[in-house]
């Protein structure tokens, strides 16, 4: 397994404990009089977590090694990141339900209409909208991580989440549209085949059919030709 299948890993192995971290209100420490808390706990966990999800794709393009089972498990691993964060902070009463339960809805979608496009051939790239929000997404956590011990932070958090509701729906708009029109297209482009593949099939069939009669016709003519002059021989006297 490479370095970047590792980190990939990693990120998922980070999940847990990332939730642990955050639900749990009591784990602090204290370092040279600075106390240090949950939520700053969790955020840089949260940040590594996030760096090796930058690390990875930049290691994988640079080394040439991108793989199968990396292409796979990166977005899962964001996926689990990212729900797993938000779903922590609605324990933590920090965000809306229904705002997790959006976005997260939002991401079986996408997921869902790539998975689609795949087994008819097709690729949806990230696009640039898809990347902002996701930026956007690593911002807005971060806020929310740390408004959980500073309520002053908390209107900021809630704007920049708001933002990437926004982000989301709008690129899962945009994943839809590319989608349609790719599986779309091929679906009418493969029907045309199967229709045009049909007609040419039935053609020879009835090109088939005609001959097989005509030579059932052809067949019948010598046959009543002998017989006619079998018939016209009959009374003739045998030659000596």
């Given at each position: 397994?490479?370095?970047?299948?590792?980190?990939?890993?990693?990120?998922?192995?980070?999940?847990?404990?990332?939730?642990?971290?955050?639900?749990?209100?009591?784990?602090?420490?204290?370092?040279?009089?600075?106390?240090?808390?949950?939520?700053?706990?969790?955020?840089?966990?949260?940040?590594?977590?996030?760096?090796?999800?930058?690390?990875?794709?930049?290691?994988?393009?640079?080394?040439?090694?991108?793989?199968?089972?990396?292409?796979?498990?990166?977005?899962?691993?964001?996926?689990?990141?990212?729900?797993?964060?938000?779903?922590?902070l609605v324990q933590e009463k920090?965000?809306?339900?229904?705002?997790?339960?959006?976005?997260?809805?939002?991401?079986?979608?996408?997921?869902?209409?790539?998975?689609?496009?795949?087994?008819?051939?097709?690729?949806?790239?990230?696009?640039?909208?898809?990347?902002?929000?996701?930026?956007?997404?690593?911002?807005?956590?971060?806020?929310?991580?740390?408004?959980?011990?500073?309520?002053?932070?908390?209107?900021?958090?809630?704007?920049?989440?708001?933002?990437?509701?926004?982000?989301?729906?709008?690129?899962?708009?945009?994943?839809?549209?590319?989608?349609?029109?790719?599986?779309?297209?091929?679906?009418?482009?493969?029907?045309?085949?199967?229709?045009?593949?049909?007609?040419?099939?039935?053609?020879?069939?009835?090109?088939?059919?005609?001959?097989?009669?005509?030579?059932?016709?052809?067949?019948?003519?010598?046959?009543?030709?002998?017989?006619?002059?079998?018939?016209?021989?009959?009374?003739?006297?045998?030659?000596?």
């Open positions: 397994m490479n370095i970047p299948n590792r980190l990939t890993i990693a990120r998922i192995f980070f999940v847990p404990l990332l939730v642990t971290v955050v639900v749990q209100e009591r784990v602090s420490f204290h370092f040279d009089g600075l106390v240090i808390t949950n939520d700053l706990i969790a955020l840089a966990i949260f940040w590594i977590a996030a760096a090796t999800d930058l690390l990875d794709g930049y290691l994988a393009r640079r080394w040439q090694q991108v793989t199968t089972i990396g292409t796979l498990l990166d977005p899962i691993a964001d996926k689990l990141l990212v729900s797993a964060a938000l779903i922590a920090v965000v809306p339900a229904w705002l997790v339960v959006l976005l997260i809805g939002r991401e079986f979608a996408v997921s869902g209409l790539r998975s689609i496009a795949a087994s008819e051939g097709f690729t949806i790239a990230a696009s640039e909208l898809g990347k902002t929000k996701t930026a956007s997404q690593v911002l807005a956590i971060s806020l929310l991580m740390i408004s959980i011990h500073h309520p002053g932070v908390l209107p900021s958090a809630r704007f920049s989440l708001y933002l990437v509701v926004l982000f989301s729906l709008w690129s899962a708009v945009a994943y839809f549209v590319k989608f349609w029109r790719m599986v779309d297209a091929n679906i009418k482009q493969r029907r045309r085949t199967e229709l045009l593949t049909a007609d040419r099939l039935r053609r020879r069939a009835l090109f088939a059919e005609k001959r097989a009669a005509m030579m059932v016709r052809r067949q019948a003519k010598a046959e009543k030709k002998r017989s006619d002059f079998a018939a016209r021989t009959a009374d003739l006297p045998p030659s000596t």
